[in-house]
């Protein structure tokens, strides 16, 4: 349940109602929109009759939320989002793009491919220092040693940092590093690491489960909406189905979804979403055409060599020719000059 406030309430009339949700055994989140402050309830709203809150002073209305995510949902807020990281805007009309390797491996290769991608039209880095794989004998990053060189690369190029946490107990070790904690698809639901993200004050990359639905992805990002951390971007990196000659299927069907019911950015991950490089390209333009808000791109300086998903990644190359083709369709649907950034 919402409650709007008139644009007259004051602070007294607020708590009032904060105070009487609490009586209630009921939680409350409290937001601005056009100048309006509104309450979410969250709780056990069953049989709980809108009368209660609608003749309060200040009150102006009280609307019922039909989605089981409340905060994340475009009933709650229908203003998209727009998460601020440095001098980027992701969820603007800006095609926002993160690019790197799947891991990082040394400094040398980040810088090669730093350079690469920031001189083809990326703002982020990305690559993992933690790396969930699903064979423990794989390689599985190099740690506080990686968030390091990926710190080297932002101070060299201007790239913001986007890497993966994976557990509540690295979480401030990543914050010393990191612009944005990307959540990887093995932990949408790990509840506890949502918890910490929610209440760490950097905004969030959630990857949608590989099995998981759009409702339990929107579920997850409302783990963090409600220690209001409002910076949550959405990634749809694919999911499992009974195809077998690609890694995963990636439900385009998600992107414009995800937009109906949600303000929060959708990132598309097209190297997970197809496990081969040669795909990645037309799944990228497919994902802007359907409206995502940016990519999150693998891209490799030697992928033939790399030390984790090499068969999905891009050269420098390829992601150069690809970006003027994406900024291309971003141009076609939002009638606005890409940004020569
Ligand atoms: C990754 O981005 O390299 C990664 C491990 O992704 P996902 O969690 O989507 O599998
Ligand atoms: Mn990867």
New binding site residues.
């Given amino acids: 349940m919402i409650i709007v406030f008139d644009l007259q309430a004051s602070r007294r009339d607020i708590d009032h109602v904060v105070r009487r949700a609490a009586s209630l055994r009921l939680k409350t989140h409290v937001s601005q929109q056009g100048g309006r402050t509104r309450v979410g309830l969250h709780g056990d709203l069953d049989g709980l009759d809108p009368s209660v809150f609608s003749g309060l002073p200040g009150v102006q209305d009280v609307r019922t939320l039909t989605r089981p995510f409340h905060l994340a949902s475009r009933e709650f807020k229908d203003e998209a989002t727009h998460v601020h990281v440095g001098d980027e805007i992701v969820g603007g009309d800006r095609l926002v793009l993160m690019a790197g390797p799947?891991?990082v491996e040394t400094r040398d290769q980040m810088m090669r491919v730093g350079s690469m991608v920031r001189e083809a039209g990326a703002t982020f880095i990305?690559g993992?220092a933690f790396?969930?794989r699903s064979s423990p004998y794989s390689f599985r990053g190099l740690a506080e040693e990686g968030l390091e060189i990926l710190a080297e690369v932002r101070e060299a190029t201007g790239l913001l940092v986007v890497t993966?946490v994976m557990s509540p107990e690295q979480v401030g070790l990543v914050a010393g590093y990191a612009d944005v904690f990307?959540?990887?698809?093995?932990?949408m639901q790990n509840y506890a690491l949502l918890d910490a993200v929610g209440k760490a004050g950097r905004p969030v990359l959630l990857?949608?489960g590989?099995s998981s639905t759009v409702e339990e992805l929107l579920l997850s990002a409302e783990y963090i909406l409600s220690h209001g951390n409002p910076d949550v971007i959405l990634?749809e990196?694919?999911i499992r189905t009974f195809e077998t000659m690609t890694r995963n299927t990636l439900d385009i069907n998600s992107v414009p979804l995800l937009h109906e019911l949600t303000h929060l950015p959708v990132v598309v991950?097209p190297?997970?979403g197809t496990g081969k490089a040669s795909l990645v390209p037309a799944v990228s333009r497919a994902a802007v055409a359907a409206g995502a808000d940016g990519l999150?791109i693998?891209v490799h300086h030697d992928p033939s060599n790399a030390w984790?998903?090499g068969d999905q990644s891009i050269t420098g190359e390829a992601f150069s020719k690809l970006v003027p083709q994406l900024m291309g369709i971003q141009r076609a649907l939002t009638g606005t000059e890409p940004d020569p950034r």
């Fill in positions: 799947c891991s990305r993992g790396k969930p993966e990307q959540i990887g698809a093995r932990n990857k949608r590989m990634c990196r694919g991950d190297s997970h999150l693998e984790s998903d």
